[in-house]
């Protein structure tokens, strides 16, 4: 079955600073793509939802780029302020279990004022 | 107005005992799942349904039972509770359709003595 990698687990960045989160995934036919947002004491909030024909989406103040070729979704926070400062989750929908999905295991982001 | 909720919020709960976790969804969809997150593992399925009176064995069911019995409604039961199921958990509800996403409530706090 699909399995879902993300990287880093910590991230600490300052105010104004750009940050990446990179996942990696195993399915090269999965096509429904996720990153949560889940801040301290809270469940995981939908940030964004990608379909492989997209490459690039864009939410307010961040960027999710979809590489189908080497099957990397990463998520860039163009220029991060405190309030960004969460955990982020990426998710994979399974090709085979189409109401099944696989998440990464989070990065925590800082961001220092 | 909160479209998924849980409750208790915080549970301890002695070794040994039965834990029911309730789950409530005003969203109509027809699927729930319920996960638990700990630290290093991420999100990982315990149990999930279809609709009312289904529940479908997740990656992790064994010492978990599950309730539908409606379609607002998920029940996660734990009949004979260890301190290895102290842990965060999550509901989440979602629909069919291409995406599928899942919308989560905000967790409760279970503690196993």
């Known amino acids: 079955g699909e399995q879902v990698e993300q990287r880093p687990p910590h991230l600490s960045v300052r105010e104004g600073d750009s940050a990446v989160i990179i996942c990696t995934y195993t399915d090269p036919n999965s096509y429904y793509f996720f990153w949560y947002k889940q801040e301290p004491g809270a469940g995981l909030q939908l940030l964004m939802k990608?379909?492989?024909?997209?490459e690039i989406n864009e939410g307010q103040g961040f960027t999710v780029l979809l590489n189908k070729k080497d099957k990397q979704l990463s998520l860039n926070l163009t220029a991060a302020h405190p309030g960004d400062s969460a955990v982020y989750f990426c998710?994979?929908?399974?090709?085979?279990?189409?109401?099944?999905?696989?998440f990464g295991k989070g990065t925590h982001l800082h961001v220092l004022p | 107005e909160a479209a998924v909720t849980q409750s208790p919020r915080n549970k301890v709960a002695v070794t040994g005992g039965k834990v029911t976790l309730s789950c409530n969804q005003t969203?109509?969809?027809?699927?729930m799942y319920w996960y638990r997150q700990d630290t290093g593992h991420g999100l990982r399925l315990i149990h999930y349904?279809?609709?009312?009176?289904?529940?479908e064995k997740g990656d992790i069911p064994d010492g978990y039972k599950a309730s539908r019995p409606s379609q607002e409604n998920f029940s996660l039961i734990l009949e004979l509770a260890t301190p290895s199921q102290t842990s965060v958990y999550f509901c989440?509800?979602?629909?069919?359709?291409?995406?599928?996403?899942?919308?989560f409530g905000p967790g409760t706090r279970l503690t196993v003595l």
């Open positions: 349904s279809y609709g009312a009176g289904s529940t």
């Open positions: 990608v379909f492989s024909s997209t």
């Open positions: 989440a509800s979602g629909d069919w359709g291409n995406y599928a996403e899942q919308f």
């Open positions: 998710a994979v929908r399974e090709d085979t279990n189409a109401y099944k999905v696989i």
């Open positions: 969203n109509n969809h027809n699927n």
